[in-house]
């Protein structure tokens, strides 16, 4: 049974970093699609990032340019790196593994806040 766990939430300031961290256990991650995704307070869960099994990126617009995903296939782990962060950037972010049948995360907390 595949199991991925988010890390790295917490508090930052406007124009902070954060690097979230998504380990999988249960399944190799190499062989998978990883993603990102966040659900603000009152709102759908939104795609953020994608990373093939090729290392091919993409982004949705509003984190363009400030988030980077990448992946350590070593380690079973995904990342998120985070900066520039805005207080819209406050949510709780899931890691996905796969697509047709995609396994998530628990969600860890990302608020940004002055």
């Known amino acids: 049974q595949v199991q991925l766990v988010e890390s790295g939430g917490g508090l930052v300031q406007p124009g902070g970093s954060l690097r979230l961290s998504c380990a999988a256990s249960?399944?190799?991650?190499?062989?998978?699609?990883m993603g990102w995704y966040r659900q603000a307070p009152g709102k759908q869960r939104e795609w953020v990032a994608t990373?093939?099994?090729?290392?091919?990126?993409r982004y949705a617009d509003s984190v363009k340019g400030r988030f980077t995903i990448s992946r350590d296939n070593a380690k079973n782990t995904v990342y998120l790196q985070m900066n520039s962060l805005k207080p819209e950037d406050t949510a709780v972010y899931y890691c996905?593994?796969?697509?047709?049948?995609?396994?998530w995360g628990q969600g860890t907390q990302v608020t940004v806040s002055s």
């Open positions: 996905k593994l796969g697509q047709l049948q995609p396994s």
């Open positions: 249960g399944s190799i991650i190499s062989i998978y699609v």
């Open positions: 990373i093939t099994t090729g290392n091919s990126t």
